[in-house]
């Protein structure tokens, strides 16, 4: 996977960020970079700021540090993750970039779309 790169021209550093790539929870891995993938919270930790996400029995931990945007996440609301994968083997976890509300979407009809 392609990592994010720095370009210097004259006086301006240009960062160039990696693509997010969709994918279902079960098939992060180690080593992907930046993924996108659809989840329902089930649990929170407002400790770290973070929180487990859910789809079809694969789950994966996400920390974010942006507090505001963790406040407004509540237990059971389905949302989309755009985030670096952190980890390794089974300790995988996502940074987050940012989260969107997704409890509007047809979820099988984006399933069909995506996967």
């Known amino acids: 996977m392609p990592d ?5 021209q004259g006086d301006k550093k240009i960062i160039r960020r990696a693509p997010a790539i969709e994918v279902q929870i079960s098939e992060i891995k180690e080593g992907m970079g930046r993924v996108s993938f659809i989840g329902t919270v089930i649990s929170k930790n407002p400790e770290i700021q973070s929180f487990i996400v859910d789809y079809n029995t694969a789950k994966v931990l996400v920390l974010t540090n942006d ?13 989309r993750v755009f985030g670096k994968v952190m980890g390794a083997g089974n300790e995988i ?20 779309v995506f996967y």
């Open 4 to 8: 994010d790169t720095e370009i210097q």
């Open 93 to 112: 976890e996502i940074l987050a970039d940012f989260v969107q509300d997704f409890s509007k979407i047809d979820r099988e009809l984006y399933a069909k």
């Open 67 to 79: 507090q505001h945007a963790f406040e407004l996440i509540k237990e059971g609301q389905l949302i």
